[in-house]
C-alpha cells in the first residue's frame, strides 16, 4: 500500500509535521518495500487553499492513506472524494508512524480535527525580559515601538529598526512597515543590544537552541515565501479558483460566498482572476464540485 506523511525533512529520522496543508515535505512511503519518494511541499507558500492543492496531489500520487497531525475540513472533503483516508494526531519520527501504521494501531478520522486555515500564521513564542511568553523577533519584538518585518498575514507586526518596505504583497507575504527599537530580526530580545539589562530573561542553553531552530524555520519559511511570491509577480501567475464548465450549473452559490465579488454568472460560474484570493469558500461551498484552486496566468 502506498501512504504519505507530512514531515519536518525528506527522510523517515525526521519527525511528523503538524500541519498538513504547509508541511515542508510529503514522504510517499510503499509500505510492503518502505520505498521511499521525498516531495517538497510546492503549496506551503500559498496565500490560500494549500490543503485543497496538497490533497488532490496525494490523490494525483495514488496515495490511499495520509499520516498527518492536523487536516482541516477543506483538505478533509477532497480526500473523502478520493477515498484517501486520513489518520490525524500523529507526532514523532515518520519511521515509528509507519510501523504503527502497518501493526494496524492507527485508526483513521471520520472528521477535520482543525478548522480551515490552520497553521497559515503560526509564530512560536519565546520568553521576554519579563518572563511571559511574547513573540519571537519576527513578530513584536520586546520593547519595539513600531513595524517591522513580522509573522502571519503579511508577515505582521515586527520590532525591526528603521522603515519596512511597503503595505505588503498579500497573504503571508507582505512586509510591515514604521520604525522601532527593537532588537534587529534574529537578534536576542534581551542584553545589552536591546536596551536591556544583560541578564534580563536569561535562557539556558537547550531552550535557547530550541528558539534558534524556530526562528530559523520560521525565516526560512518566510524567505521561501517571498520567493514564491517574487516568481509569481515575475510569471505573472496566481493560484484561483478555477471553474470547470462542464459540472456548472450556474447555480450562483460561489458568487453568493465570494468576499471579494470575484465571481460573476454568465452560462456558468466566471472567475476574475484580478480579484480572487483563493480564499476557498467558493470551493467548499460549491454543491456540485466544479470549482478547485489552480495556478493560472493572468493576463496583461
Known amino acids: 500500500m502506498k501512504i504519505a506523511v507530512t514531515s519536518t525533512g525528506p527522510t523517515l529520522d525526521d519527525n511528523v509535521e503538524a500541519r498538513f496543508g504547509r508541511c515542508p515535505y510529503f514522504l510517499i512511503?510503499?509500505?510492503d518495500t518502505?520505498?521511499?519518494?521525498a516531495i517538497e511541499n510546492p503549496n506551503i507558500a500559498l496565500g490560500g487553499g494549500a490543503g485543497i492543492q496538497s490533497a488532490q496531489?496525494?490523490?494525483e500520487k495514488g496515495v490511499m492513506t495520509v499520516l498527518t497531525g492536523n487536516c482541516g475540513p477543506n483538505a478533509f472533503n477532497v480526500f473523502g472524494q478520493a477515498g484517501i483516508q486520513v489518520i490525524v494526531g500523529i507526532s514523532g519520527p515518520v519511521r515509528d508512524a509507519v510501523e504503527q501504521f502497518k501493526t494496524g494501531s492507527l485508526s483513521?478520522?471520520?472528521?477535520p480535527n482543525v478548522a480551515s486555515h490552520f497553521g497559515v500564521s503560526a509564530t512560536p513564542t519565546v520568553p521576554t525580559a519579563t518572563g511571559q511568553p511574547g513573540i519571537n523577533p519576527m513578530g513584536q519584538g520586546a520593547g519595539g515601538a513600531g513595524f517591522g518585518m513580522g509573522g502571519g498575514r503579511g508577515m505582521g507586526r515586527g520590532g525591526g529598526m528603521g522603515r519596512g518596505m511597503g503595505r505588503g504583497m498579500g497573504r503571508g507575504g507582505?512586509?510591515?512597515?514604521?520604525?522601532?527599537m527593537a532588537a534587529p530580526m534574529g537578534m536576542p530580545s534581551t542584553g545589552p543590544a536591546a536596551g536591556l539589562p544583560e541578564n534580563a530573561g536569561l535562557q539556558n542553553p537547550d531552550q535557547e537552541l530550541a528558539s534558534l531552530k524556530q526562528q530559523a524555520q520560521m525565516l526560512e519559511q518566510q524567505k521561501q515565501q517571498l520567493n514564491e511570491r517574487i516568481t509569481e509577480l515575475e510569471?505573472?501567475?496566481?493560484a484561483a479558483a478555477f471553474v470547470?464548465?462542464?459540472?456548472c450549473t450556474a447555480c450562483g452559490t460561489c458568487?453568493?460566498?465570494c468576499p471579494n465579488n470575484a465571481i460573476s454568472i454568465d452560462k456558468h460560474a466566471v472567475v476574475n482572476l484580478r480579484l480572487c484570493t483563493a480564499c476557498v469558500l467558493c470551493v467548499s461551498e460549491c454543491p456540485n464540485g466544479a470549482i478547485s484552486i489552480t495556478q493560472q496566468k493572468i493576463g496583461s
Open 235 to 238: 510569471s505573472g501567475r496566481k
Open 174 to 180: 507582505g512586509m510591515g512597515r514604521g520604525m522601532g
Open 255 to 257: 458568487a453568493d460566498v
Open 244 to 247: 470547470q464548465t462542464d459540472k
Open 29 to 31: 512511503i510503499d509500505t
Open 108 to 111: 483513521s478520522a471520520s472528521e
Open 57 to 59: 496531489l496525494m490523490s
Open 34 to 37: 518502505m520505498q521511499l519518494e
